[in-house]
């Protein structure tokens, strides 16, 4: 068993071979369809582990962020420069958002959360559907 009656991980070997395939699936999947990896690890860790969404919406932050650090560092050490006043902007406004939807999420069941993430996931995926049509018929 992966998780203890706490909801706490056990790390085994099983539970380490399961975190490298879902670090494989969501970075193949992000490489392949440009999608943030968000959008991978929240269904796959809420499939796959009793660990409510409030953890595993907080799961994913945390490694979308790490991953995304080591994506800037990279890209700087080869030479990219970042335009400052945009990523500042987006940065602050991005630190708002997740702040205001933490204190949202606190008063809304679990229930309405995650339907709301289906919600989200259904849209961006009929989104990149009509782009995909678009751009055969436009090309």
């Known amino acids: 068993d992966y998780l203890q009656q706490c909801r706490r991980f056990i ?55 790490l991953v995304s650090i080591g994506g800037i560092a990279v890209a700087v050490i080869q030479g ?19 702040s205001i939807g933490r204190r949202l999420s606190q008063h809304l069941p679990e229930h309405i959360v995650q339907k709301g993430f289906s919600g989200l996931l259904i849209v961006v995926a009929l989104g990149m559907v009509f782009n995909a049509v678009m751009m055969k018929f436009s090309g």
């Not at 490298?20 to 990896?37: D, K, P």
């Not at 990219?80 to 602050?92: I, N, R, S, Y």
Request: net charge positive; with cysteine.
């Open 80 to 98: 990219a420069t970042l335009p400052l006043p945009f990523t500042l902007w987006f940065v602050l406004s991005a630190a708002t958002g997740m």
């Open 11 to 65: 790390w085994a070997v099983n539970t380490w071979l399961l975190f490298l395939m879902f670090g494989a699936v969501t970075g193949f999947m992000t490489g392949l369809l440009a999608v943030g990896g968000g959008f991978i690890i929240v269904p796959l860790l809420r499939q796959f582990t009793p660990l409510p969404i409030h953890s595993c919406i907080a799961t994913s932050l945390m490694i979308v962020a």
